[in-house]
């Protein structure tokens, strides 16, 4: 095997999840180089707009946000969780290039407006996506590998003073740490590795949903029955959460939040006037300061941050949130 090592970055499609589910994904691999076991994984589910670079280029809109396209995103967690492997889940459809619809995780209308139920799999599918993506890290061909890899290298966007794809001061080399385990590609496990669920405006749908099957799951099933990837999930992030619907864009159920605090699931919350300060939607601003609250009376570990309070209410505001979420936050 000529690519021994993981790539830095790279676009599989199609990965398959539970059942007849597939979704598209960008795999970053970790900038520091540790012992497999100090590894973690953070999964990112993205709001509108963000798509692809060439599906956000060919858009009228879209392309004034080219910077927040997937592979640019992956880039920018990973500097932000630099010892973790970064997976970013692209919905399954973008309606009218646009709207995020994470069918594959919760049932949803056309636009993406969520209607939760107790158990739709996603955690499921969510396990069975990641143990794929490692399967096809191990099996796929050195050309195969390449074309991917060079794919993605290629829908990068320089983000303003950020240098994307290397920095001689801190990416490091793998081909110089060939004694570090866990980033050969015949060897790489993701199996036990501690979980860090990131949900960005739209794609707080999907932990939505997930909330709603962890308390299930705790309700209802024997440990066996369980997902093995609930018991690793240890960081939840909730980033400015929005949809189209005009409700239930927080969860505000004591039963569902407490599961959080059953199940020692740390809680970050990190908004913006842009979503909690929206006159047209003021129902988003109610339900977060009830989701906040009830999750702390509860007896939930959460940290709640409000970023940019005396900039207008933008949509780069809202997108600039992903640069600064991981750099503060206060209780």
């Known amino acids: 095997m000529t690519n021994k090592y993981l790539p830095t970055i790279i676009r599989l499609l199609k990965v398959h999840g539970f059942e007849d589910r597939y979704n598209d994904i960008v ?5 520091k180089v540790t012992q497999q076991n100090h590894a973690s994984m953070s999964v990112f589910f993205g709001g509108d707009v963000q798509d692809f670079t060439e599906n956000m280029q060919s858009h009228r809109d879209n392309k ?3 910077k927040w396209n997937l592979e640019n995103t992956a880039i920018l967690l990973r500097s932000h969780f630099p010892d973790s492997h970064i997976i970013v889940i692209k ?3 973008m309606e009218f290039k646009t709207f995020s619809c994470y069918k594959n995780f919760v049932k949803c209308n056309s636009c993406g407006v969520p209607e939760h139920s107790e158990n739709y799999n996603s955690l499921m599918h969510l396990q069975k996506l990641l143990d794929n993506i490692c399967d096809q890290l191990k099996s796929m061909s050195d050309d195969d590998i390449e074309a991917a890899e060079e794919l993605s290298r290629n829908a990068l966007v320089d983000l303003e003073e950020s240098s994307l ?4 001061e801190n990416e490091v080399s793998l081909k110089d740490n060939k004694e570090v385990a ?3 590609r015949t060897t790489v496990n993701f199996e036990n590795l501690d979980l860090r669920l990131i949900g960005f405006s739209k794609g707080c749908v999907v932990l939505n949903q997930f909330l709603h099957e962890l308390n299930h799951y705790s309700v209802t099933m024997s440990a066996l029955e369980k997902p093995d990837s609930m018991s690793r999930i240890k960081d939840m992030y909730w ?3 929005g949809h189209n619907g005009g409700k239930n864009t927080w969860i505000t159920a004591k039963a569902l939040l407490a599961t959080l605090a059953i199940l020692k699931i740390r809680v970050h919350v990190h908004v913006s006037p842009y979503q909690i300060k929206d006159e047209r939607r003021p129902w988003i601003g109610k339900e977060e300061k009830s989701f906040t609250e009830t999750a702390k009376d509860v007896g939930v570990t959460i940290l709640r941050t409000v970023h940019f309070e005396d900039l207008p209410p933008t949509l780069n505001v809202h997108f600039d949130i992903l640069k600064v979420f991981a750099n503060s936050c206060s209780s």
């Open 27 to 31: 795999y970053c691999r970790p900038l």
């Open 64 to 66: 004034n946000y080219l």
């Open 91 to 93: 919905p399954s459809r």
């Open 165 to 168: 794809y290397t920095t001689k």
């Open 182 to 184: 866990g980033y050969e």
């Open 239 to 241: 980033l400015d959460g």
